[in-house]
């Protein structure tokens, strides 16, 4: 059975949507932003984005995130990125962006 591009569950009380892609770019951007609309809302206080699978991202990836961040933010909550690809993660800290997710390399270390 083959996965969706982008699942939702619900895991340890907190909300984890998970990119099953290699490439987070303008292909599957507006169809990410449109699930952040339809999850990003009370009584959600933590979403996990699980980007295990992820081996690129562009600016469009990059607004599609910045767009849970903001909505998150809006409901007082938190959004975590799992990251365990380095070279995404370099993409994160070049473009300083690692100061506006908290970014883990694991889901053990989400709190």
């Known amino acids: 059975m ?3 591009p982008i699942e939702t569950e619900v895991h340890r009380g907190h909300t984890v949507l ?3 892609m ?3 770019d303008t292909q599957v951007s507006p169809q ?3 699930e952040f609309i339809v999850i990003c809302k009370p009584p959600i206080k933590k979403l996990v984005v699980d980007m295990s699978s992820v081996k690129s991202c562009d600016s469009s990836g990059l607004s599609a995130l910045l767009v849970a ?10 959004i975590h990125l799992i990251v365990p690809n380095q ?4 993409l994160f800290r ?3 962006l690692e100061k506006v ?3 883990h390399a694991t889901p053990d270390t989400v709190g």
């Open 2 to 4: 083959k996965k969706k």
């Open 18 to 20: 998970t990119l099953n």
């Open 22 to 24: 290699e490439r987070l």
């Open 32 to 34: 990410l932003k449109a």
């Open 69 to 78: 961040e903001r909505m998150m933010r809006e409901l007082k909550g938190e």
């Open 87 to 90: 070279d995404v993660r370099n």
């Open 94 to 96: 070049i473009t300083q």
């Open 101 to 103: 997710f908290r970014i």
